[in-house]
Protein backbone atom coordinates (compact mmCIF):
# COMPACT_ATOMS: atom_id res chain seq x y z
CA UNK A 1 0.00 0.00 0.00
CA UNK A 2 2.80 2.35 1.35
CA UNK A 3 4.48 1.51 -1.78
CA UNK A 4 1.66 1.70 -3.87
CA UNK A 5 1.25 5.22 -2.32
CA UNK A 6 4.35 6.78 -3.13
CA UNK A 7 3.85 5.41 -6.63
CA UNK A 8 0.91 7.27 -7.19
CA UNK A 9 2.40 10.61 -5.40
CA UNK A 10 5.00 10.58 -7.80
CA UNK A 11 2.50 10.16 -10.45
CA UNK A 12 0.84 13.07 -8.83
CA UNK A 13 3.79 14.99 -9.06
CA UNK A 14 4.84 13.95 -12.64
CA UNK A 15 1.31 14.76 -14.04
CA UNK A 16 1.81 18.40 -12.08
CA UNK A 17 5.28 18.86 -13.91
CA UNK A 18 4.08 18.50 -17.40
CA UNK A 19 0.79 20.31 -16.75
CA UNK A 20 2.79 23.18 -16.07
CA UNK A 21 4.79 22.95 -19.11
CA UNK A 22 1.94 22.78 -21.33
CA UNK A 23 0.58 25.93 -19.82
CA UNK A 24 3.74 27.53 -20.59
CA UNK A 25 3.55 26.55 -24.14
CA UNK A 26 -0.06 27.86 -24.01
CA UNK A 27 1.36 30.88 -23.20
CA UNK A 28 4.45 31.18 -25.54
CA UNK A 29 1.76 30.82 -28.15
CA UNK A 30 -0.66 33.39 -27.21
CA UNK A 31 1.89 35.98 -26.67
CA UNK A 32 3.01 35.30 -30.13
CA UNK A 33 -0.22 35.11 -31.82
CA UNK A 34 -1.13 38.49 -29.87
CA UNK A 35 2.14 40.08 -30.03
CA UNK A 36 1.38 39.23 -34.01
CA UNK A 37 -1.85 41.04 -34.17
CA UNK A 38 -0.28 43.60 -32.19
CA UNK A 39 2.00 44.56 -34.89
CA UNK A 40 -0.19 43.80 -37.62
CA UNK A 41 -2.31 47.03 -35.93
CA UNK A 42 0.58 49.19 -35.45
CA UNK A 43 1.94 49.05 -39.08
CA UNK A 44 -1.85 49.52 -40.21
CA UNK A 45 -2.07 52.51 -38.03
CA UNK A 46 1.27 54.38 -37.91
CA UNK A 47 2.40 53.46 -42.05
CA UNK A 48 3.13 56.50 -43.25
CA UNK A 49 1.43 57.82 -45.95
CA UNK A 50 3.26 58.01 -49.23
CA UNK A 51 1.94 60.53 -52.21
CA UNK A 52 0.79 58.75 -54.98
CA UNK A 53 3.33 59.41 -58.00
CA UNK A 54 0.73 60.29 -59.76
CA UNK A 55 -0.22 63.26 -57.39
CA UNK A 56 3.92 64.66 -57.78
CA UNK A 57 4.16 64.72 -61.34
CA UNK A 58 1.10 66.81 -61.15
CA UNK A 59 2.74 69.05 -58.71
CA UNK A 60 5.52 68.58 -61.22
CA UNK A 61 3.45 69.37 -64.39
CA UNK A 62 2.23 72.61 -62.61
CA UNK A 63 5.54 73.65 -61.70
CA UNK A 64 6.91 73.58 -65.51
CA UNK A 65 3.70 75.17 -66.74
CA UNK A 66 4.02 78.30 -64.55
CA UNK A 67 7.67 78.72 -65.18
CA UNK A 68 7.26 78.37 -68.72
CA UNK A 69 4.37 80.62 -69.12
CA UNK A 70 6.15 83.30 -66.77
CA UNK A 71 9.39 82.60 -68.64
CA UNK A 72 11.61 81.90 -65.58
CA UNK A 73 13.16 79.12 -66.25
CA UNK A 74 16.11 80.51 -64.50
CA UNK A 75 14.89 82.77 -61.97
CA UNK A 76 12.47 79.64 -60.46
CA UNK A 77 13.08 79.92 -56.42
CA UNK A 78 9.82 82.61 -57.08
CA UNK A 79 7.69 79.48 -58.67
CA UNK A 80 9.44 76.85 -56.08
CA UNK A 81 8.61 79.39 -52.93
CA UNK A 82 4.60 78.27 -53.76
CA UNK A 83 5.14 74.45 -53.61
CA UNK A 84 3.36 72.98 -51.27
CA UNK A 85 5.58 72.86 -47.81
CA UNK A 86 6.37 69.26 -47.92
CA UNK A 87 7.71 68.96 -51.46
CA UNK A 88 11.28 69.39 -52.71
CA UNK A 89 11.90 70.40 -56.26
CA UNK A 90 15.40 70.68 -58.20
CA UNK A 91 15.28 72.48 -62.01
CA UNK A 92 17.73 71.01 -64.25
CA UNK A 93 17.92 73.18 -67.96
CA UNK A 94 20.08 71.84 -70.66
CA UNK A 95 20.54 73.46 -74.02
CA UNK A 96 18.93 71.41 -76.94
CA UNK A 97 19.12 68.15 -76.39
CA UNK A 98 22.69 68.57 -74.91
CA UNK A 99 23.52 66.20 -72.36
CA UNK A 100 25.52 69.21 -70.75
CA UNK A 101 23.71 70.89 -68.21
CA UNK A 102 23.08 74.70 -68.57
CA UNK A 103 21.37 75.66 -65.07
CA UNK A 104 20.32 74.12 -61.85
CA UNK A 105 18.08 75.19 -58.94
CA UNK A 106 17.24 73.72 -55.96
CA UNK A 107 13.84 74.73 -54.12
CA UNK A 108 15.26 76.94 -50.51
CA UNK A 109 15.86 74.65 -47.64
CA UNK A 110 15.98 71.66 -49.66
CA UNK A 111 18.82 68.75 -50.30
CA UNK A 112 20.18 68.92 -53.65
CA UNK A 113 18.63 65.18 -54.64
CA UNK A 114 16.73 62.53 -53.13
CA UNK A 115 16.36 58.66 -54.48
CA UNK A 116 12.79 58.77 -54.33
CA UNK A 117 12.08 62.01 -56.54
CA UNK A 118 10.25 61.67 -59.52
CA UNK A 119 10.86 63.48 -62.48
CA UNK A 120 9.00 65.40 -65.50
CA UNK A 121 10.70 66.46 -68.51
CA UNK A 122 9.70 69.50 -71.18
CA UNK A 123 10.82 71.20 -74.24
CA UNK A 124 10.62 74.56 -74.46
CA UNK A 125 12.49 77.86 -76.01
CA UNK A 126 14.34 80.60 -73.32
CA UNK A 127 15.82 83.39 -74.73
CA UNK A 128 14.82 82.15 -78.41
CA UNK A 129 17.29 78.98 -77.86
CA UNK A 130 15.71 75.94 -77.54
CA UNK A 131 15.83 74.01 -74.43
CA UNK A 132 15.07 70.54 -72.41
CA UNK A 133 14.03 70.98 -68.64
CA UNK A 134 14.04 68.33 -65.96
CA UNK A 135 11.75 69.03 -62.80
CA UNK A 136 12.52 66.37 -59.87
CA UNK A 137 9.98 66.20 -57.20
CA UNK A 138 9.91 64.37 -53.70
CA UNK A 139 8.56 64.58 -50.52
CA UNK A 140 10.37 66.29 -47.83
CA UNK A 141 11.35 63.74 -45.16
CA UNK B 1 -14.29 13.64 -13.31
CA UNK B 2 -14.17 16.77 -11.80
CA UNK B 3 -10.90 17.16 -13.33
CA UNK B 4 -12.58 16.61 -17.01
CA UNK B 5 -14.98 19.12 -15.86
CA UNK B 6 -12.32 21.72 -14.82
CA UNK B 7 -10.52 21.11 -18.03
CA UNK B 8 -13.34 21.42 -20.30
CA UNK B 9 -14.17 24.98 -18.34
CA UNK B 10 -10.74 25.90 -18.60
CA UNK B 11 -11.22 25.47 -22.24
CA UNK B 12 -14.30 27.08 -22.80
CA UNK B 13 -12.88 30.11 -20.96
CA UNK B 14 -9.95 30.28 -22.85
CA UNK B 15 -11.98 29.35 -26.44
CA UNK B 16 -14.07 32.46 -25.37
CA UNK B 17 -11.34 34.82 -24.15
CA UNK B 18 -9.42 34.06 -27.33
CA UNK B 19 -12.56 34.78 -30.14
CA UNK B 20 -13.17 37.43 -28.11
CA UNK B 21 -9.61 39.03 -28.06
CA UNK B 22 -9.42 37.84 -32.35
CA UNK B 23 -12.73 39.65 -33.18
CA UNK B 24 -11.54 43.12 -31.10
CA UNK B 25 -8.50 42.95 -33.04
CA UNK B 26 -10.20 41.98 -36.59
CA UNK B 27 -13.40 44.88 -36.00
CA UNK B 28 -10.07 47.08 -35.18
CA UNK B 29 -8.30 46.78 -37.74
CA UNK B 30 -11.67 47.04 -40.05
CA UNK B 31 -12.26 50.45 -38.20
CA UNK B 32 -8.79 51.68 -39.14
CA UNK B 33 -9.72 50.73 -42.79
CA UNK B 34 -12.46 52.20 -42.88
CA UNK B 35 -11.33 55.45 -42.33
CA UNK B 36 -8.26 55.08 -44.71
CA UNK B 37 -10.76 54.27 -47.17
CA UNK B 38 -13.05 57.21 -46.47
CA UNK B 39 -9.85 59.54 -46.06
CA UNK B 40 -8.73 57.88 -49.74
CA UNK B 41 -11.85 59.15 -50.90
CA UNK B 42 -11.87 62.62 -49.67
CA UNK B 43 -8.35 63.12 -51.12
CA UNK B 44 -9.08 62.30 -54.41
CA UNK B 45 -12.53 63.69 -54.99
CA UNK B 46 -10.26 66.86 -53.40
CA UNK B 47 -7.39 66.71 -55.94
CA UNK B 48 -9.42 66.34 -58.80
CA UNK B 49 -11.73 69.49 -57.75
CA UNK B 50 -8.65 71.33 -57.60
CA UNK B 51 -7.52 70.02 -61.12
CA UNK B 52 -11.00 71.33 -62.49
CA UNK B 53 -10.75 74.63 -60.77
CA UNK B 54 -7.04 75.00 -62.30
CA UNK B 55 -7.01 73.18 -65.52
CA UNK B 56 -10.18 74.18 -67.34
CA UNK B 57 -12.27 76.92 -68.19
CA UNK B 58 -15.62 75.23 -66.73
CA UNK B 59 -18.99 75.04 -68.87
CA UNK B 60 -19.95 77.07 -70.34
CA UNK B 61 -16.80 78.86 -70.80
CA UNK B 62 -17.76 81.92 -69.61
CA UNK B 63 -20.07 81.18 -66.91
CA UNK B 64 -19.21 83.70 -65.58
CA UNK B 65 -21.77 85.91 -67.80
CA UNK B 66 -24.86 83.99 -66.32
CA UNK B 67 -23.81 82.23 -63.41
CA UNK B 68 -27.47 80.76 -63.25
CA UNK B 69 -26.46 78.52 -66.43
CA UNK B 70 -23.34 77.30 -64.61
CA UNK B 71 -22.83 73.63 -65.19
CA UNK B 72 -19.15 72.68 -64.29
CA UNK B 73 -16.92 74.79 -62.50
CA UNK B 74 -13.39 76.06 -63.49
CA UNK B 75 -11.16 79.29 -63.07
CA UNK B 76 -8.73 78.58 -65.79
CA UNK B 77 -8.19 81.00 -68.68
CA UNK B 78 -5.65 78.69 -69.75
CA UNK B 79 -3.45 75.64 -68.17
CA UNK B 80 -2.64 77.05 -64.52
CA UNK B 81 -3.57 80.68 -65.03
CA UNK B 82 -6.84 81.91 -62.69
CA UNK B 83 -9.23 84.51 -64.80
CA UNK B 84 -9.55 87.25 -62.69
CA UNK B 85 -13.84 87.71 -63.68
CA UNK B 86 -14.32 84.15 -62.78
CA UNK B 87 -12.59 84.63 -59.42
CA UNK B 88 -15.03 87.28 -58.99
CA UNK B 89 -18.01 85.32 -59.60
CA UNK B 90 -16.95 82.04 -57.88
CA UNK B 91 -19.10 82.92 -54.70
CA UNK B 92 -21.81 83.27 -56.47
CA UNK B 93 -22.14 79.62 -57.55
CA UNK B 94 -23.21 76.67 -55.56
CA UNK B 95 -19.38 75.81 -55.90
CA UNK B 96 -19.49 73.12 -53.03
CA UNK B 97 -22.15 70.74 -55.62
CA UNK B 98 -20.48 71.72 -58.62
CA UNK B 99 -17.27 70.39 -57.80
CA UNK B 100 -19.09 67.08 -56.49
CA UNK B 101 -18.10 68.14 -52.62
CA UNK B 102 -21.51 68.63 -51.82
CA UNK B 103 -21.22 66.44 -48.44
CA UNK B 104 -17.90 68.10 -47.32
CA UNK B 105 -17.37 71.40 -45.82
CA UNK B 106 -14.66 73.24 -48.37
CA UNK B 107 -12.08 76.17 -48.18
CA UNK B 108 -10.67 77.84 -50.77
CA UNK B 109 -7.61 80.35 -50.78
CA UNK B 110 -5.26 81.97 -53.39
CA UNK B 111 -2.04 83.50 -51.56
CA UNK B 112 0.73 85.09 -53.48
CA UNK B 113 3.84 85.08 -51.37
CA UNK B 114 2.10 86.10 -47.80
CA UNK B 115 -0.46 88.22 -49.40
CA UNK B 116 -4.46 86.25 -49.83
CA UNK B 117 -5.82 87.25 -53.37
CA UNK B 118 -9.07 85.69 -52.74
CA UNK B 119 -10.69 83.60 -49.75
CA UNK B 120 -14.16 81.54 -49.46
CA UNK B 121 -15.52 78.28 -47.56
CA UNK B 122 -14.81 77.76 -43.82
CA UNK B 123 -13.40 74.28 -41.96
CA UNK B 124 -14.08 72.47 -38.97
CA UNK B 125 -10.62 72.35 -37.63
CA UNK B 126 -12.08 69.54 -35.18
CA UNK B 127 -12.17 66.85 -38.06
CA UNK B 128 -9.31 65.77 -40.18
CA UNK B 129 -8.71 67.66 -43.05
CA UNK B 130 -7.79 67.01 -46.49
CA UNK B 131 -5.17 69.77 -47.91
CA UNK B 132 -4.38 70.09 -51.72
CA UNK B 133 -1.94 73.10 -52.80
CA UNK B 134 -0.91 73.93 -56.56
CA UNK B 135 0.90 75.94 -58.25
CA UNK B 136 -0.78 78.87 -60.51
CA UNK B 137 -0.37 81.82 -62.19
CA UNK B 138 -2.36 85.55 -60.89
CA UNK B 139 -1.80 88.52 -62.33
CA UNK B 140 1.61 87.47 -64.10
CA UNK B 141 2.85 86.39 -60.63
CA UNK B 142 3.28 82.63 -59.08
CA UNK B 143 0.37 81.72 -56.64
CA UNK B 144 -0.72 79.15 -54.63
CA UNK B 145 -4.26 77.72 -54.97
CA UNK B 146 -5.31 75.70 -51.82
CA UNK B 147 -8.12 73.35 -51.22
CA UNK B 148 -9.09 71.91 -47.94
CA UNK B 149 -11.75 69.59 -47.55
CA UNK B 150 -13.53 67.86 -43.92
CA UNK B 151 -16.77 66.02 -43.21
CA UNK B 152 -18.05 64.27 -45.98
CA UNK B 153 -20.48 61.37 -45.73
CA UNK B 154 -20.79 59.04 -42.91
Redesign the interface.
Known sequence: MQAAAAGFRGATMTTNFRKGFVFSLDAVFALMIGFFLVVLIANTILKEPVAPPIQMQRQGMDVLTVLENLNRFYSPSSVFAETSDSYCTRLEVYNGTSATMDASFVKAGCPAANSDESVVWRTSTAGGRFKTVKLAIWVKK | MAKGQSFLIEMFL?STA?IM??MF?FL??NA??IYKTKTLRANLIA?DAA?TL?LSRGYPADWDQNVSNTQALGLAL????LDMAKLRMFNQTAYSELLGLGAYNISLNIT??TSTIFQTGFINSSTSVIQV?????YN?????LRLQVSGGPQ
Request: net charge positive; proline share 4%.
Open positions: IVLVFTLINESLRRNTSGERVCINAPCK
